[in-house]
């Protein structure tokens, strides 16, 4: 049997309807992110400028206990979980990069591969996907329940600008923090990869560190630094704006600190992926 005119005319319809609605998507999908892309900059802008405007100005100046305090929620409580996780990672990226290496005889180099792939790339990386899940989903929850809880409307009634006494705390200690915090994983991957060296591989510990010491560059190290000093700004950017567009009471809170994290790790990503091109364009 052939198809009747009517059947082909809903065919035609269906398909005509379907690369429509996932056109329509798609736009949508678009417009969000250029919504969301420019949110985060005016946000980042206006942070900056409170910034600034602590340093020259006495009266702007922010608290050092507020300060302080959002150092130790992001940064101190995160030392455990960085520290294993990065001790993991020296160990595992040594027994990985063994076998191909004593196949050429040059297991020594196994220090050089751990070392440069911690301290580049790996150290601050993975730092800030931890810190996205310890920190960010906080930073955006805490931010959210305030917005639901009407606080955000009462420090405006008062006269109190929500970004210099809410984001700009959170905003400092999430990057000093953070670069803090690289430091110590690239210290411990190194070491994670040293003991993986010495007790796995039968390499001695003066060898594997005098290796190191001759791949490593200040360039490396001063590298990964910028690269966590960005990935702080990512986080805790994308974690103020998600909380202050927090809607739909504790669901749309729940919602916030799970985009947050989703959103943290896909920018961290993609901000790893344009350092590593200007890295590699410039010869750094």
Same mark, same amino acid.
């Given at each position: +049997?052939?198809?009747?005119?009517?059947?082909?005319?809903?065919?035609?319809?269906?398909?005509?309807?379907?690369?429509?609605?996932?056109?329509?998507?798609?736009?949508?999908?678009?417009?969000?992110?250029?919504?969301?892309?420019?949110?985060?900059?005016?946000?980042?802008?206006?942070?900056?400028?409170?910034?600034?405007?602590?340093?020259?100005?006495?009266? /702007?100046?922010?608290?050092?206990?507020?300060?302080?305090?959002? +150092?130790?929620? %992001?940064?101190?409580?995160?030392?455990?979980?960085?520290?294993?996780?990065?001790?993991?990672?020296?160990?595992?990226?040594?027994?990985?990069?063994?076998?191909?290496?004593?196949?050429?005889?040059?297991?020594?180099?196994?220090?050089?591969?751990?070392?440069?792939?911690?301290?580049?790339?790996?150290?601050?990386?993975?730092?800030?996907?931890?810190?996205? /899940?310890?920190?960010?989903?906080?930073?955006?929850?805490?931010?959210?329940?305030?917005?639901?809880?009407?606080?955000?409307?009462?420090?405006?009634?008062?006269? +109190?600008?929500?970004?210099?006494?809410?984001?700009?705390?959170?905003?400092?200690?999430?990057?000093?923090?953070?670069?803090?915090?690289?430091?110590?994983?690239?210290?411990?991957?190194?070491?994670?990869?040293?003991?993986?060296?010495?007790?796995?591989?039968?390499?001695?510990?003066?060898?594997?560190?005098?290796?190191?010491?001759?791949?490593?560059?200040?360039?490396?190290?001063?590298?990964?630094?910028?690269?966590?000093?960005?990935? /702080? %700004?990512?986080?805790? +950017?994308?974690?103020?704006?998600?909380?202050?567009?927090?809607?739909?009471?504790?669901?749309?809170?729940?919602?916030?600190?799970?985009?947050?994290?989703?959103?943290?790790?896909?920018?961290?990503?993609?901000?790893? %992926?344009?350092?590593?091109?200007?890295?590699?364009?410039?010869?750094?």
């Amino acid at each position: +049997m052939t198809d009747t005119p009517h059947e082909g005319r809903s065919a035609l319809h269906r398909a005509v309807s379907s690369v429509g609605r996932f056109a329509d998507a798609q736009w949508r999908f678009a417009r969000d992110c250029i919504i969301a892309f420019g949110g985060l900059v005016d946000l980042l802008r206006e942070t900056l400028r409170w910034c600034v405007e602590g340093i020259i100005r006495p009266r /702007g100046r922010l608290g050092r206990a507020t300060l302080l305090q959002q +150092m130790v929620r %992001v940064g101190v409580r995160s030392i455990g979980i960085v520290v294993l996780v990065q001790i993991f990672i020296g160990i595992i990226i040594a027994l990985q990069m063994a076998p191909t290496l004593q196949q050429y005889g040059q297991l020594e180099r196994v220090a050089d591969v751990v070392g440069i792939a911690v301290v580049r790339e790996l150290g601050p990386l993975i730092t800030a996907i931890v810190l996205s /899940g310890f920190a960010g989903a906080s930073i955006a929850a805490e931010i959210g329940s305030m917005v639901e809880g009407e606080e955000i409307k009462a420090l405006r009634a008062h006269a +109190m600008n929500p970004v210099r006494f809410l984001v700009v705390p959170r905003f400092v200690a999430t990057v000093i923090m953070l670069t803090g915090l690289s430091v110590i994983a690239d210290l411990v991957g190194v070491i994670g990869g040293m003991i993986t060296a010495v007790f796995v591989l039968d390499l001695g510990a003066e060898v594997y560190v005098e290796f190191t010491r001759q791949a490593l560059k200040l360039s490396d190290f001063y590298g990964g630094l910028a690269k966590a000093a960005v990935f /702080g %700004v990512t986080i805790s +950017m994308i974690a103020c704006y998600e909380g202050f567009n927090v809607k739909g009471g504790a669901e749309g809170v729940g919602r916030a600190t799970t985009a947050t994290v989703v959103k943290s790790i896909v920018s961290l990503i993609a901000v790893d %992926v344009v350092f590593t091109i200007v890295f590699y364009v410039f010869k750094i």
